[in-house]
């Protein structure tokens, strides 16, 4: 199986009961680390899809809950707990702290080990569909947000809008233009509501029948804005707009 598994387990013959048993059961990815520095150092190269925690070593009687804790801090995967101890009511409610999926004691058979694991692994899957939260929504849409998506034949294409030359009305529905080659996506709303849809300073309407694409503009004068081979009928307002905005250098006659 593809899953990585850590097991921190400072006794090499509880740790390799573990590992052994495993290995039996198909599992071939395995890391095994006795300190927790040896531990972080296993995070740092190859950071598991699941882990096996001793809370206590000889050295910290939390050491498992501090190496849970730092796992989590990367990324939510289930943890299983292997104690031997029950007294203390505090290393309990910190164990619990960091929402262990099981607690393996000592000693242990295979079957249970195997069926904590069984538990384990259908709790990866449900952490890996739960991934995509509200944060990584938003971080996701503002790496998106330079496009819109336009089903086409059951697919939604993504097009960015600066690929958008401009959009035109046309008998209850909007032509959208991109690219330079007259390319377009046909889509059944008005221009009003296109425009409420893309928030983009660069996408101006410019009459009843266009939204362009300023950045596009090829030549305009008075009477039109031309963009490639496409000529758009403005009005004075427009035009006075341009003649404001725009860097005008004219030639002599």
């Not at 400072?10 to 520095?37: C, M, P, W």
């Not at 790496?143 to 008998?171: E, Q, T």
């Not at 266009?210 to 804005?225: G, L």
Request: with cysteine; aromatic share 10%.
């Amino acid at each position: 199986m593809d899953i990585k598994i850590l097991i921190f387990e400072d006794n090499h013959f509880v740790s390799e009961e573990i590992r052994v048993h495993l290995q039996k059961a198909g599992y071939k990815h395995i890391d095994v680390a006795s300190t927790f520095n040896d531990a972080i150092s296993h995070l740092n190269v190859n950071f598991p899809d699941l882990a096996i925690l001793d809370i206590q070593t000889p050295e910290d009687h939390l050491a498992g809950i501090k190496l849970a804790n730092e796992i989590q801090k990367n990324k939510r995967i289930p943890i299983i707990y292997v104690t031997g101890f029950y007294g203390d009511e505090y290393i309990k409610s910190s164990a619990f702290s960091t929402d262990p999926v099981a607690f393996l004691p000592k000693p242990f058979d295979e079957n249970t080990l195997l069926n904590q694991i069984d538990l384990a692994v259908h709790k990866l899957k449900q952490f890996e569909a739960d991934s995509w939260d509200s944060e990584s929504e938003q971080k996701i849409a503002s790496i998106l947000d330079d496009s819109i998506f336009i089903k086409d034949k059951g697919v939604f294409c993504r097009l960015p809008i600066n690929d958008i030359r401009f959009v035109k009305a046309d008998h209850g529905c909007i032509q959208i233009y991109y690219g330079d080659n007259n390319l377009k996506y046909t889509h059944s709303a008005t221009l009003s509501t296109f425009q409420s849809w893309i928030k983009d300073d660069s996408l101006v309407k410019v009459s009843r029948k266009y939204i362009i694409n300023i950045s596009k503009i090829t030549a305009f004068s008075d009477k039109v804005i031309i963009i490639g081979t496409e000529n758009i009928k403005i009005n004075a307002y427009i035009y006075d707009k341009l003649m404001k905005v725009c860097a005008i250098l004219k030639t002599k006659k």
